[in-house]
Every structure is written in C-alpha cells, then in structure tokens.
C-alpha cells in the first residue's frame, strides 16, 4: 500500500484557482490509480477526477473543462489543478489509491489507502 499525504488547500474567491497535490510514500506508485473525491457539509463523498496509472482520466460533469488532473510519477505526486472556482467547489477534498485501478473508480469504495483531506472554500 502507499500512504497518501494531500496539500494545497485553502481559502480562494469565486473565479480564482487553486493546486491540489497529493503526495504518496511507499512502492511502484507508478502502478496505482489515484482518484479524487470531495466532501462538503452534510453531503456524501463524491467523486470529482481520475488518472489512472496509464494515465487515462476522468472528470465529473461538475467540474470537466475547469479542473485538470496529471501525476509527475518521479515526484509520486498527483496534482489537480482547480480553475474557475465557484462556491459550490467548497469541500474537504481527499485523494485515494487503487492499484492497478478498475472500470468503478468513480466509487470511494474501490479505494485501498487515502489522505487525511484538504479543505478547499471558494468565497462568492
């Protein structure tokens, strides 16, 4: 398994961008699929993008053309660039480790290891 570690969130305006990282320690991160998913108050997790570790990826409808995923395998890092933010973005974001991946990533429940969250607020 890989550990996951998950930085730069914070407090952004409606409009502004953000760069989420999320760092793995452990083995052949470059044979896992990472996704990310995000939780607001009171709501379920959702899932929000994939790459996995072919590099295929994937968004959610909420969020395809204004947030971009990529991994620097080097660096064991995956990285969601986050554009256009709305107030609706606001969320605890988390990010999950499959190896190998599969066709229901989209679901939290495919997931061997996450991070702690980082929390995201987009002010209107």
């Known amino acids: 398994q890989v550990q996951l570690v998950e930085s730069g969130g914070g407090l952004v305006q409606a409009g502004g961008s953000l760069r989420l990282s999320c760092a793995a320690s452990?083995?052949?991160?470059?044979?896992?699929?990472i996704g990310w998913f995000r939780q607001a108050p009171g709501k379920e997790r959702e899932f929000v993008s994939y790459i996995s570790w072919t590099d295929y990826t994937d968004y959610s409808n909420s969020v395809k053309g204004r947030f971009t995923i990529s991994r620097d395998n080097a660096k064991n890092t995956v990285y969601l660039q986050m554009d256009s933010l709305k107030p609706e973005d606001t969320a605890v974001y988390y990010c999950?480790?499959?190896?190998?991946?599969?066709?229901?990533?989209?679901?939290?429940?495919?997931?061997?290891?996450w991070g702690q969250g980082t929390q995201v607020t987009v002010s209107s």
């Open positions: 452990g083995r052949a991160f470059n044979e896992y699929a």
């Open positions: 999950a480790a499959d190896r190998y991946g599969n066709s229901w990533y989209s679901s939290p429940t495919q997931y061997d290891s």
